[in-house]
């Protein structure tokens, strides 16, 4: 190397390794040099994926694990969901060194947002490598299982490598610690608690601990690498590697490369500072931002100059720019006694993201998105800017700067890196607090964040100017300058609060709204957050508020459930383990999009309109054709005459719109891409376009469409008994009017949309639809095709999640992959990217309510309602909706005279379908509102008042069913007793009586639900025993969508012929066998195919019964043997096809639910503390299974009633709430804190198969009580403050923005 001052030739004193520097100086001029060893590049990476190593060449910059892991590794047992780090399917644990303590670390990640070329030197995990129903199951496996912790299973391998990894971390949790690692996994179906007491069944405090050899839960299931003498995992090795090569690829349209040190860093970003480049440290901001495109990746996750964490003398911390999220928190908890304000900082990161995300993303990763993205709601940059801290960036030409976090704003990044944060201890007087408002209570952006520290002299004088930083209110958070200059110097008084709260709601102007909070509310909020710091800062204050002044800490759940059963039916009432759930705990069980791919396989994606209410007039793919992989863009004129996804005649929908067809909403999908991965295919769709002629304004919501008489012709006949309703409301001594609104709510099935075709030798195909109705299907595809039906072979499995979603929106899927695989002979695939799903499918129906209703002496006399229903686009689904719907207008209580007048409005947004209790959902909160209106009216308690209105013996409903079985009132009683109503609701008076901001509310209500076969399930099923060995296969029209179809099913064949569930074996269903079913939904399916069932194995019975009698010793196995020998068919198909009941229903599902809530009344949000109910599942056949079905139906419905919000772009129509980011499904910690659930015992049901009752959709109804525990909260708090208006109208959902919005709060009340 030449000396740069004199040019003299200079060695090294000493040998350098590959990539290291070495500081030396001229022999002749005696300037200083740097030697620095080139570092060889390599373009292989290397990892273990389950013990085995696994070598990359040239892997795909873009390229992320769980790609990599499904498609490259084949191991389907991680799935691919949401993609964007939201739903926690993706899950692996990966194992790194940790730079401070030098020991192997397993955490959780995310393995749709981890990239594969950043997995250099790791070790991953995926649930397939901790055990296997075939070798050995890892004890969280099992366990969880054995909870019936899984129904469709979609989550199930991401809950169970989230819990392996925190136990790999920490052997022996906590409860707390096991409830809190489960923020970042989803689960639609089973309403948490199962799984939540699973695994805390691993806990050291657990009340009842999982008995698990320790050996077990080592999980080293890992195959040795057998590159090794010692025969252990790789990673070692591997990370060894790195530094002797980086990894470096250059690829088509970026680059990857991996600098070796700090100094190799900032040469290379600064060499680079005019392109497009990316530093990656988790790649978790592309769950946020998904098109950031760079041209060059620089791998920063394993530079350990960045990872250091030290601290000065005064207390001030100082964190490298590598340091992960969960590092943070846990440096910060280490270092909490030199300041108070470190452990007030871990406790707000917590509530950053979720723990696989925190896991691997940097807190540096973070600020720097809000660098380059204004409207994001960072809370790390929020937190630390109040807490007055400063980062530090470099550059190789400008060197070292310091920056607070406002000038960081502003400071061009371009060719620097920030490699440190640093925090100051707090000071005598100072008090630091930050807040967080969210949807719901974990993995959840901000609506607003906030964090203040003052200082208060023992006076209570303000000393210097407090810091107060609200995120989420304008672009970039603010910090107050006039409300802290007013606060500054001043005794801190409630007159002096209320001041500086009015200002602080005058400094912040926000200039545009943001997607999901209201300026009135995030301008209130800016002065309720305001005004609980300023309450937690003050030494003494009324205990009235004290409430205000702390968190909500929200314990342990716990869960409570009971049943009967009875042992002589058995295996039959027989609380047994889904007879998949070891498939699906241990990955093994297969999905549509789980099969092999075969070579050649294409894979399509769906084009979405970008406006709604336009025709299509044209459309250019050539962008997308020319794209390398792309095979072709199929259009709507291509696909024939009729390419349908429901009903004929005008409404007919299109699976594509044809140019020159109108497009009715936006994200109506117009092509499709075939590409040769789902990658290409989803990034080609991004590249079709298209031209709109005759736009015409958009109506989205169901208001809009009412004030434009936006109606379908099609209308539902009406509801119509008693007397004509005008005559009976005269009657009427009491009569009242209103309105009531409930919105629409997604599916969130895990699995979206998906279908595969697969062309057959007899120029037919082989269609695998991840469906709730095979029969239309078939139709579908064959309409689609123009191949006949019969060529055409639909099989379902099971669906990962469906919830209604899947009976005709699946249609969407399973037409296009059935078209594109017969037009090429090629086997074809769809997935749907959870935007496009969210964007194409329909969701549950908004629905409107318009009353005048009247009570003679208190009892209800007249109902008259106008219904509205929002369709969206096209009316195909909606007839039935409004139908069901009117069913259950009634909810549970008895009215001589009704009358119920639907209408089907039309939006420009997809078509909306049915949705778990479709109709009745809404129906049931309708009246509910309805009866809690007439009892405020009336001046009467409202469970009184729905007490003496509920269901006797012997009425009749509004459909005309006679009630013979109704036990409602006599379950009024026994449940008030049982939950301790009159104590509780002592209880809550005195709560609300001594806490003035944080107020409860308790309220109960009675279910009716209607069910049963009659009138509408045509299903079959096949039972063929196996003469040779005796064991049975089954299969049927009802299908596997997590509701324990398959296992009710085996249990009702293994009883009724005698055998043991483990000779019963249920396989797909198939449209050959099993064409012309009713599609699976309405709750009733497992109890159609189990009256088919039986009939089935009455007809096998009976063929073999002159052998038994013959041979009355014989085993079954003798008996089948001999039958097989003497030709007797030892198969039969059982039809269940009943005829309808009088007022459309066989049965009703009676019930009781109580609800205790907490809402904070300065911020919205709501703490469900106690949820009891008593449901009738008649004699359960399987107990455990209908209350799993209780539990989740109940959280669904709490979702829809309180966190999930769908919201339109009023302008383009648009949906806005299109991912995870910005819809918000209940999480673990929305669940009610202490869940008890009890079967009804003692009811066997006259009328239902085997004396059972169905659970799946009326739970689901009930969770409309919350709404009402919520409005008492609110009404208490209105009252006290004297803001209570005669009648408080309420429209669901009640999201906190909603709640706080309703309670009025003023910064006047702001009281000490
Ligand atoms: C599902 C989900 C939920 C989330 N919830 C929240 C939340 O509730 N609150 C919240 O505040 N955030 C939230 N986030 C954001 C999350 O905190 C960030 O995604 C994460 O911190 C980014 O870190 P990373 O290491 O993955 O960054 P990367 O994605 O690797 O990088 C992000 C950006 O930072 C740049 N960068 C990285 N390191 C440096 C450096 N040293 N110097 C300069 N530039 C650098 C990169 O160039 C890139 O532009 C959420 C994210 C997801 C996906
Ligand atoms: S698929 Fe990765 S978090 Fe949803
Ligand atoms: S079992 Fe959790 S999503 Fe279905």
Known sequence: MKCERCNTRVKPAVELQPGSSYHGFCPTCNAKIVFKSDVPTKSTLTFTLNGKPQKVQNPDPDMTLNEYIRTIAGLKGTKLSCAEGGCGACVVAITKKDTASGKDVTVPANSCLRLLAACEGLQITTVEGIGSTRTKMHPVQKTLATHWGSQCGGCSS??????????????????????????????????????????????????????????????????????????????????????????????????????????????????????????????????????????????????????????????????GAGVTIAA??????????????????????????????????????????VHDNPDFPSDIFTIMAGANATLTVNSKSQGTKTLNFFDFLQFDMAGWVITSLSIPALKKGDHFTTHKVMKRHENCHAYINAAILINLDSSNTVQGTPTMVFGGFTPYASKSTAAAKQLAGQKLTADLIQQAADTLAQEFQPDSPAPFASVPYRRSLLT???????????????????????????????????????????????????????????GEAQYTDDAFIRPGSLFAAFVHA????????????????????????????????????GGDGPDQEPCLVKVGDRILFNGQAYAVVLATTQAKANAAAKLVTAKYTDVKPVITTLDDAIANKSFFDAQVPPVKTGKDIKTALQECDHVIEGEVSCGSQYHFYMETQ??????????????????????????????????????????????????????????????????????????????????SNMRLVGKRHPFKCVYKVGTLKSKLHAVDMQWYADAGAYVFDSDGTMGQGQTACDAAYYCPNWQVVS?????????????????????????????????????????????????????????GMTLRYCSLSHLWSQFLDAIGYDARKK??????????????????????????????????????????????????????????????LAQVVAQQLGLKMEQVAVHSNTSMLHGNNTPTGGSCTSDAVSYAAIDACQQINTALKPLRSKNPDASWEEIVGMAKDQGIDLGARGWCAKPGAEGGFDYNSYGMVANQVQVDILTGEVQILRTDILFDCGQSMNPAIDIGQV???????????????????????????????????????????DFRVNLLKNAPNPVGVLRSKASGEPPTCMASSVVFAVKQAIESSLKERGEMPDYLAVNAPLTPENIQQLCKVSPKQFSV
């Open 903 to 959: 209408t089907v409005c039309q939006t420009n947004t997809p078509s909306n379908t049915a949705t778990r209790a479709p109709g009745c959902l809404p129906a049931v909160y309708m009246m509910e509102t309805v009866m809690d209106h007439l009892a405020k009216s009336l001046k009467v308690d409202p469970s009184t008042f729905r007490q003496n209105n509920v269901y006797q013996q012997g009425q009749i409903t509004p459909t």
């Open 754 to 835: 998906t279908a595969m075709a697969f062309p057959t030798d007899d120029g037919g195909l082989e269609l695998h639809a991840s469906t709730q109705n095979v029969s239309d299907t078939q139709l579908f595809a064959s309409q689609a095709t123009g191949l006949p039906a019969s060529k055409i072979n639909v099989v379902m499995k099971r669906a990962g999640g469906s919830y209604g979603g899947k009976i005709t929106r699946s249609w969407f899927t399973a037409t296009v992959v059935a078209y594109a695989a017969n037009k090429h002979n090629l086997p074809v695939r769809c997935v749907l990217e959870l935007h």
């Open 1191 to 1233: 539990e989740g139906g109940y959280v669904m419905g709490l979702g829809y009633f309180l966190t999930e919000e769908i919201l339109y772009d009023k302008k383009s129509g648009r949906l806005v709430t299109d991912g995870t980011w910005e819809y918000k499904p209940p999480s673990s910690k929305d669940i009610p804190i």
């Open 610 to 645: 970008e406006q709604g209410n336009c025709t299509l007039a044209s459309v250019d793919s050539s962008a997308a054709l020319h794209m390398d992989g792309v095979v072709d863009v199929i259009l709507g004129n291509d696909m024939g005459v009729t390419s349908p996804v």
């Open 158 to 319: 991401g809950m169970v490598m989230s819990m392996y990894s925190l136990l790999q971390r920490s052997p022996q949790p906590t409860k707390q610690e096991v409830e809190d690692c489960l923020d970042g996994n989803i689960c639609r179906c089973t309403g948490y608690r199962p799984i939540l007491d699973a695994f805390k069944s691993f806990a050291v405090d657990a009340d009842f601990p999982a008995s698990t050899d320790i050996e077990d839960m080592s999980g080293v299931y890992h195959t040795p690498c057998d590159k090794l003498p010692c025969g252990q995992a790789c990673a070692d090795q591997c990370s060894t590697d790195r530094k002797l090569a980086r990894l470096k690829i250059a690829a088509d349209t970026v680059s990857w490369i991996e600098p070796v040190d700090l100094d190799d860093l900032l040469s290379i970003v600064d060499s680079h500072k005019k392109d497009k480049y990316m530093l990656v440290f988790g790649n978790t901001s592309t769950g946020v931002f998904k098109d950031q495109n760079p041209t060059l990746k620089i791998d920063v996750s394993r530079l350990v100059a960045l990872q250091s964490t030290n601290s000065d003398h005064d207390g001030t911390l100082h964190i």
């Open 328 to 369: 943070l928190i846990d440096y910060l908890i280490q270092q909490k006694a030199l300041s108070d304000s470190f452990e007030t900082l871990a406790d707000h990161l917590k509530k950053v993201a979720s723990t696989p995300i925190r896991s691997v993303a940097s807190w540096a990763g973070n600020v720097m998105m």
């Open 528 to 586: 309720t957050l305001f005004y609980k710091s300023m309450l937690a800062a003050l030494p003494s204050i009324s205990p009235k508020v004290a409430s205000a002044a702390k968190p909500y800490v929200r314990p342990v759940t716990s869960g409570e459930q009971s049943y009967d059963t009875d042992p002589s039916l058995y295996p039959v009432s027989q609380p047994l383990p889904k007879v998949s759930a070891f498939m699906q705990t241990t």
């Open 987 to 1048: 209880a809550v008076d005195q709560y609300n009586a001594n806490n003035t901001w944080t107020k409860q509310g308790f309220a109960i209500a009675p279910n009716k639900y209607g069910l049963g076969v009659g009138g509408f399930y045509h299903v079959s099923t096949h039972v063929l025993v196996n003469g040779g060995d005796g064991t049975v296969a089954v299969t049927c029209g009802g299908n596997e969508i997590g509701q324990g179809l398959d296992t009710k």
